[in-house]
Nanobody
Framework: QVQLVESGGALVQPGGSLRLSCAAS????????MGWYRRAPGKERELVAH???????IYADSVKGRFTISRDNAKKTLYLEMNNLKPEDTAIYYC???????????????WGQGTQVTVSS
C-alpha cells in the first residue's frame, strides 16, 4: 500500500512561517511529480505548488515569493516552506503525488489526508 503522511500544520499568526512535510511510504518504485493543493473555506480546491521529477516548479500567483516547494528523493518526502503567512492562506493543505508501484505499471495518483493551516491573530 502507498501512503502519503503529512505533518506540520498548525495555528500561526499573520506574518509567521510554517514548513509542511509529506512522507511517501509503501510499495513504491518511482515517484514522478508531486504537489500541494489547498481548500479554503467557501472555495474550491486549488493548486498551491507543483514540482516535477526533475525539479521544475510551478506556483499559484497568490503564493509566489512566499512559498517554496522542494523534495528529498532519497527520503521520498515533499516539503512546502511557507513564509509571511496571511489569513487568506488558511486552508486544509493536501499533498499529492503520481507514483509507480512497479516498472511495468503506469502512474497512479495518491493523496494525503490533509493538514490544517490556520493563520489568525
Amino acid at each position: 500500500q502507498v501512503q502519503l503522511v503529512e505533518s506540520g500544520g498548525a495555528l500561526v499568526q499573520p506574518g509567521g512561517s510554517l514548513r509542511l512535510s509529506c512522507a511517501a511510504s509503501g510499495t513504491i518504485y518511482r515517484i514522478n511529480s508531486m504537489g500541494w493543493y489547498r481548500r479554503a473555506p467557501g472555495k474550491e480546491r486549488e493548486l498551491v505548488a507543483h514540482i516535477a521529477s526533475g525539479g521544475t516548479t510551478i506556483y499559484a500567483d497568490s503564493v509566489k515569493g512566499r512559498f517554496t516547494i522542494s523534495r528529498d528523493n532519497a527520503k521520498k518526502t515533499l516539503y512546502l516552506e511557507m513564509n509571511n503567512l496571511k489569513p487568506e492562506d488558511t486552508a486544509i493543505y493536501y499533498c499529492t503525488a503520481d507514483i509507480e508501484t512497479s516498472p511495468y505499471k503506469g502512474l497512479l495518483n495518491y493523496w494525503g489526508q490533509g493538514t490544517q493551516v490556520t493563520v489568525s491573530s
